[in-house]
């Protein structure tokens, strides 16, 4: 399932061909994706410029010139694919039309865009730009752990008295958005911290020095996709999946990676989902 670096970078391999562009033909093969498709999305898209290309979360959002805002989720498998750009050297003739392909843009300079989702747990809706943060995916959703809402005194105090796993903690969009299981279990191990501690009982001193740390989690793997970007264009054309390293993530029985510990990656499910953690240097 996709992260916020990998949403992240799926934003930023669209950016050039959708940012100040206008699409020209919206096809849209299908009522619903994970919920009901917005009601008159062709002509509602049609002819729209779109202004802005940003993220919320996991969520990319395009901010169109007739006063809507486009909500795209990419659920558990959905892609988004570029064709035919005209992009300096990456060039793609259009795909013939695959299976799954159930949204299609076709921007004014020739460039498309195609969201295929073959298991459909993703989503796309369409609500007033100057609602968007009301939007009922979008407003229970806690800061951006790499914006200024984010912080080691928010961190703190959102963490008080809690008696849930920091695990748990880090993973509820409430209180910080687009951590995923990936990330969280690698920044606890970065931070030393073992994840089945209870939050509430961390001393301020190790939830503070999460935050930095959460932040450059995401920073080296959003810095990791944008260098895969030319590879996949070069490639497919599909954005967002690329190659990266993990201290612990999915490496269960390896050495642990840092200095001098020694100690074997360890796996536990919590919440009915796989914890990787160094059981020696994660306290
Ligand atoms: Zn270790």
Same mark, same amino acid.
């Not at 300096?88 to 159930?102: C, L, Q, W």
């Given at each position: 399932?996709?992260?916020?670096?990998?949403?992240?970078?799926v934003r930023r391999g669209l950016q050039p061909v959708m940012e100040g562009h206008m699409i020209v033909r919206a096809? &849209?093969?299908?009522?619903?994706?994970?919920?009901?498709?917005?009601?008159?999305?062709?002509?509602?898209l049609?002819g729209a410029r779109v202004l802005a290309l940003r993220r919320?979360?996991?969520?990319i959002l395009a901010d169109l010139s007739t =006063?809507?805002t486009l909500l795209i989720? !990419?659920?558990?498998?959905?892609?988004m694919l570029i064709s035919g750009a005209a992009l300096?050297?990456?060039?793609?003739?259009?795909?013939?039309?695959?299976?799954?392909?159930?949204v299609v843009l076709d921007m004014e300079d020739g460039t498309r865009v195609t969201f295929?989702?073959?298991?459909?747990?993703?989503?796309m809706?369409?609500?007033?730009?100057?609602?968007?943060? #009301? #939007?009922?995916?979008?407003?229970?959703?806690?800061?951006?752990?790499?914006?200024?809402?984010?912080?080691?005194?928010?961190?703190?105090?959102?963490?008080? *008295?809690?008696?849930?796993?920091?695990?748990?903690? !880090? !993973?509820?969009?409430?209180?910080?958005?687009?951590?995923?299981?990936?990330?969280?279990?690698?920044?606890? #191990?970065?931070? *030393?911290?073992?994840?089945?501690?209870?939050?509430?009982?961390?001393?301020?001193?190790? &939830?503070? =020095?999460? &935050?930095?740390?959460?932040?450059?989690?995401?920073?080296?793997?959003?810095?990791?996709?944008?260098?895969?970007l030319?590879?996949?264009r070069?490639?497919?054309g599909?954005l967002g999946?690329?190659?990266?390293?993990?201290? &612990?993530?999915?490496?269960? *029985?390896?050495?642990? %990676?840092?200095?001098?510990?020694?100690?074997? %990656?360890?796996?536990?499910?919590?919440?009915?989902?796989?914890?990787?953690?160094?059981?020696?240097?994660?306290?």
């Open positions: 399932m996709p992260e916020l670096p990998e949403v992240e970078t096809e &849209v093969n299908r009522p619903d994706l994970r919920f009901a498709l917005p009601q008159r999305m062709t002509e509602r049609t919320r979360s996991k969520y =006063g809507e989720h !990419l659920g558990m498998s959905g892609r300096g050297a990456f060039h793609h003739e259009h795909p013939a039309p695959a299976k799954h392909d159930h295929n989702d073959a298991r459909r747990f993703g989503a809706d369409l609500m007033e730009t100057a609602q968007a943060e #009301h #939007h009922w995916l979008l407003r229970d959703i806690g800061p951006e752990p790499l914006g200024n809402m984010f912080d080691e005194d928010y961190l703190v105090a959102r963490l008080r *008295g809690r008696n849930t796993p920091i695990k748990s903690a !880090l !993973l509820d969009q409430k209180i910080v958005a687009g951590l995923g299981n990936i990330y969280v279990c690698e920044a606890l #191990h970065r931070a *030393g911290i073992d994840p089945r501690r209870a939050a509430g009982r961390l001393s301020a001193t190790r &939830v503070r =020095g999460l &935050v930095p740390i959460i932040r450059a989690v995401l920073q080296e793997a959003i810095e990791a996709g944008g260098s895969s030319r590879d996949y070069q490639a497919d599909e999946y690329f190659q990266h390293t993990f201290r &612990v993530y999915d490496r269960e *029985g390896a050495t642990c %990676v840092r200095d001098a510990c020694g100690g074997t %990656v360890a796996r536990v499910v919590q919440s009915g989902r796989s914890t990787y953690f160094c059981p020696r240097c994660q306290r």
